[in-house]
């Protein structure tokens, strides 16, 4: 069943419109957290948030993110569905805002992260959870004209190019085991070619590409 979730813009804090969707772990406030921590107006406080940040970007390892929210308080990043923290944890001065940098690895895949605040005494806000993916280049292990092997994440497409022209010469899936193959068409043997990848088929990562992998000429 479809549930109607309330979602935060996470470049402002500000209410967006009511969204109805099948994933309703986006809105992961976080087992025990305060029933009444969801309300600022009871609370006056301004929940936190992730600034210059958006659905389905690609981060690398040590990604550093802006985040707001209430001055004067503790903030860090954790994984939306564990609680498990993933950043530095800073207090925050009266602006309220602070840089935290990512400094457990993540692993290859998507992850929902969000942003955990917390002030003198019991109450805590949790932001909005923030999808993000972790996807470094596909990699060509064997370059030959009828068939490329490589490798790559689970799941994802991998798009072949020609390097420096950007052609389009095939696509893939890439299988359970990481490996991938591709019979290429309109090459020919000392084009040099590449190719990228993306998770098209996991919500809000769907735009989202990889860099290009290592170039190699056909033989």
């Not at 969000?114 to 999808?131: D, H, K, Q, T």
């Not at 190019?161 to 000392?190: C, D, L, M």
């Not at 990228?196 to 990562?205: A, E, F, G, I």
Request: aromatic residues 8%; contains cysteine; hydrophobic residues 35%.
């Amino acid at each position: 069943m479809a549930t109607k979730i309330l979602r935060l813009n996470v470049s402002s804090g500000k209410d967006s419109a009511d969204i109805t969707h099948d994933e309703s772990e986006l809105w992961a406030p976080g087992a025990g957290e305060n029933p009444e921590s969801h309300s600022e107006a009871m609370w006056g406080f301004t929940r936190p948030y992730f600034s210059n940040a958006h659905l389905g970007m690609r981060i690398e390892e040590g990604h550093t993110f802006h985040v707001g929210g209430h001055a004067r308080s503790w903030k860090w990043i954790e994984d939306a569905h564990t609680g498990e923290q993933v950043s530095e944890g800073k207090l925050t001065d009266h602006g309220g805002g602070t840089n935290l940098k990512i400094i457990r690895h993540l692993g290859e895949g998507v992850h929902d992260l969000r942003v955990r605040m917390e002030g003198l005494g019991s109450w805590y806000m949790c932001s909005p959870a923030l999808r993000v993916v972790v996807l470094p280049p596909p990699r060509i292990t064997h370059p030959n004209i009828n068939q490329l092997l490589g490798e790559g994440i689970p799941g994802a497409d991998i798009e072949l190019h020609q390097a420096g022209v950007g052609s389009f010469h095939g696509k893939t899936i890439v299988y359970p085991n990481r490996a991938w193959e591709i019979r290429p068409t309109g090459v020919h043997k000392g084009m040099e070619v590449t190719c990228r990848q993306r998770l098209s088929t996991v919500k809000y990562v769907e735009n989202t590409y990889s860099d290009w992998s290592n170039s190699i000429l056909l033989r």
